[in-house]
């Protein structure tokens, strides 16, 4: 004969055991980096870097010099060319970035205008100096509003964090050429 007492414990531990399943994290999201965010103008910072975005402005096309000459580079969309102050904290290191727009999309930076000083794939990032670095970003202009810069560690080790950078609340200033030197 089966016990009403038995029945309500085994009904209890069902219960616990479901609700215990439901609110548990998926493998995905405990493998994800730490993120510290950062309100427009302030600094974010890890364990590794520490990143503030100091400016920002859009162009549809980018002029620039390199060793074989002048280069002009359109795009479909908009280029964002994102001014940053980086700092290495406790160990060299280099760092990538992305733009997560406003629909959450991920956003690398372009490969198309390679051989600017300072972009950020060529900054080694030294603890206690600060370095200015830019990253230029193809994409759409409704991608622009509500975005942030995610900087992370180039090699990406799963478990360090990353710093999100919000974006500016004003519009971006627009050129229609955007001019570096070589």
């Known amino acids: 004969m089966i016990r009403p007492g038995h029945v309500a414990v085994i009904l209890a531990a ?3 055991l479901a609700g215990m399943m439901l609110t548990n994290p998926d493998y995905n999201s405990i493998l994800r980096p730490f993120v510290s965010h950062a309100a427009p103008g302030e600094s974010g910072a890890t364990r590794l870097i520490e990143g503030r975005l100091t400016g920002w402005r ?3 096309a980018i002029a620039f010099s390199d060793y074989s000459g002048d280069k002009l580079r359109r ?3 908009v280029f964002l060319i994102a001014e940053l102050s ?3 904290r406790s160990t060299s290191t280099l760092v990538a970035a992305e733009w997560v727009g406003a629909s959450g999309r991920h956003y690398a930076t372009t490969s198309r205008v390679n051989g600017l000083r300072q972009q950020i794939e060529d900054v080694w990032l030294q603890p206690g100096l600060d370095m200015k670095a830019i990253a230029i970003f193809e994409l759409p202009p409704d991608e622009l509003e509500g975005g942030a810069v995610l900087l992370t560690l180039r090699l990406n080790p ?3 964090g ?3 950078l919000d974006a500016p609340t004003d519009p971006a200033p627009h050129e229609a050429v955007a001019r570096f030197d070589g």
Do not use: H, K, Q, S
């Open 86 to 88: 980086l700092t290495g």
């Open 162 to 164: 990353t710093v999100l």
């Open 158 to 160: 799963p478990l360090d």
């Open 58 to 60: 859009t162009a549809d």
């Open 14 to 16: 069902a219960l616990l």
């Open 75 to 77: 795009t479909d969309g």
